[in-house]
T-cell receptor
Framework: DAGITQSPRHKVTETGTPVTLRCHQTENHRYMYWYRQDPGHGLRLIHYSYGVKDTDKGEVSDGYSVSRSKTEDFLLTLESATSSQTSVYFC???????????????FGEGSWLTVV | GESVGLHLPTLSVQEGDNSIINCAYSNSASDYFIWYKQESGKGPQFIIDIRSNMDKRQGQRVTVLLNKTVKHLSLQIAATQPGDSAVYFCAENSGGTSYGKLTFGQGTILTVHP
């Protein structure tokens, strides 16, 4: 295992409630990412972080915020969940800025979120 | 915006056949490409990658071909096995702040019949 875990793995929540997903890594990797995956689609980048307290928006950032107060944790928050945010969320991490050939982008196992 | 897409959403093959999964990309600035395999209920699993300064790369039973002229990427799987059945995604990175910022294609469902 690559040392990246997500919690919770499954959650059902009501529309309008806040939700926080946690990504925890034990590899001291600098870069972390949150993606979402919807049926019939590949993953789409929500937010990413290139260091503690350094974050930036991805392709589908509306309705989401993130925080990175420690290297090992990257939190994704839905301030007021909507049904359109029902999805599978994947966290990922990389050590370096430039790719080194091989499996160096490590994904978590996913968090299934249902907003009812 | 820029995107990566797949020509075929599904591919069905017999065990032992070779499989070819195709991917078109539109961002000419893309310089790093990855193929992922995803099984139901799991995260993406790295298969093979290739940088834009190469046109072919081989791994164990897999080969990735890159044609920058027509912005096309393909994954070839030799002697396909039932365990290869999954969704396959191509992903590209155009550099910038980090190479984990990937744009994914829609995915191709590969089904291998015994």
């Amino acid at each position: 295992d690559a040392g990246i875990t997500q919690s919770p793995r499954h959650k059902v929540t009501e529309t309008g409630t806040p939700v926080t997903l946690r990504c925890h890594q034990t590899e001291n990797h600098r870069y972390m990412y949150w993606y979402r995956q919807d049926p019939g689609h590949g993953l789409r980048l929500i937010h990413y972080s290139y260091g503690v307290k350094d974050t930036d928006k991805g392709e589908v950032s509306d309705g989401y915020s993130v925080s990175r107060s420690k290297t090992e944790d990257f939190l994704l928050t839905l301030e007021s969940a909507t049904s359109s945010q029902t999805s599978v969320y994947f966290c990922a991490m990389t050590r370096d800025r430039s790719p080194i050939s091989g499996n160096t982008i490590y994904f978590g196992e996913g968090s299934w979120l249902t907003v009812v | 915006g820029e995107s990566v897409g797949l020509h075929l959403p599904t591919l069905s093959v017999q065990e032992g056949d070779n499989s070819i999964i195709n991917c078109a990309y539109s961002n000419s600035a893309s310089d790093y490409f990855i193929w992922y395999k995803q099984e139901s209920g799991k995260g993406p699993q790295f298969i093979i990658d290739i940088r834009s300064n190469m046109d072919k790369r081989q791994g164990q039973r897999v080969t990735v071909l890159l044609n920058k002229t027509v912005k096309h990427l393909s994954l070839q799987i030799a002697a396909t096995q039932p365990g290869d059945s999954a969704v396959y995604f191509c992903a590209e990175n155009s550099g910038g702040t980090s190479y984990g910022k990937l744009t994914f294609g829609q995915g191709t469902i590969l089904t291998v019949h015994p």
